[in-house]
Structures are given as structure tokens and as C-alpha cells.
């Protein structure tokens, strides 16, 4: 069966920096656009980032523009999110997710059809 592994979260300072995994399993993973996304307590889920599936297509929603940095790895079946001057409000569980739709929004949750378990990210001030 398909699974998608997130690891790499944890606590870190404002300012710092965390670096997220997500291993893919189950799937031909480079048929697959993947992205990120978070959810904060008591927040809906909200997108992070995407990326195509050969890797040229990039997205980042505005929040993490010029601080978060999306990749992947097709040869290792997996994709990244490297995460810099990372603020307070970046707290949330982490979840990757992956979709074999050819085409659609990549910021939009149902477009994807597999999601991993989740990996918590703390920010403190």
C-alpha cells in the first residue's frame, strides 16, 4: 500500500532552521506533484509548498516565500522541505501529501490523493 513518512520536525528558536523528509513508498513516486502542508491548533489544514513531478515547478504560499525551500528526490522517492528563519507562527503539524492528477491547483488539499501521518514543528519565541 502507498505511504508517505514525514520525518525531521521538532522545537527550534525563532530564527532558526528545520529541514522536513518525506518518504514515499507503495507509488511510482515520480508520477506523482507532491507538496506540504500545515495545520496549527484550531486552524484548517493550509498549504505550504508544492512541487511538480520532475521538479520545475515550484509553489510556496506567501507566508513562506523566500524562507522555505521545497525539493525532491525521485531517484530516493522522496521530498523535502528545508525550513529558515522560521517564526512562531510556523508552529503546526507538518503533513506531506501527493497527488497523480496531471493538472490542478497544487495549494488545494483534495487534490491529492495520498497524505502522510504528520510531524510536529515548534517554533518558540
Known amino acids: 500500500q502507498v505511504q508517505l513518512v514525514e520525518s525531521g520536525g521538532g522545537s527550534v528558536q525563532a530564527g532558526g532552521s528545520l529541514g522536513l523528509s518525506c518518504a514515499a513508498s507503495?507509488?511510482?513516486?515520480?508520477?506523482?506533484?507532491t507538496g506540504w502542508f500545515r495545520q496549527a491548533p484550531g486552524k484548517e489544514r493550509a498549504f505550504v509548498a508544492a512541487?511538480?513531478?520532475?521538479?520545475?515547478?515550484?509553489y510556496y504560499a506567501d507566508s513562506v516565500k523566500g524562507r522555505f525551500i521545497i525539493s525532491r528526490d525521485n531517484a530516493k522517492n522522496t521530498v523535502y522541505l528545508q525550513m529558515n528563519s522560521l517564526k512562531p507562527e510556523d508552529t503546526a503539524v507538518y503533513f506531506c501529501?501527493?497527488?497523480?492528477?496531471?493538472?490542478?491547483?497544487?495549494?488545494?488539499?483534495?487534490?491529492?490523493?495520498?497524505w502522510g501521518q504528520g510531524t510536529q514543528v515548534t517554533v518558540s519565541s
Open positions: 507503495g507509488l511510482t513516486f515520480s508520477a506523482y506533484r
Open positions: 512541487i511538480s513531478r520532475s521538479g520545475r515547478g515550484i
Open positions: 501529501a501527493a497527488s497523480g492528477k496531471p493538472l490542478g491547483d497544487p495549494a488545494r488539499a483534495s487534490e491529492y490523493d495520498y
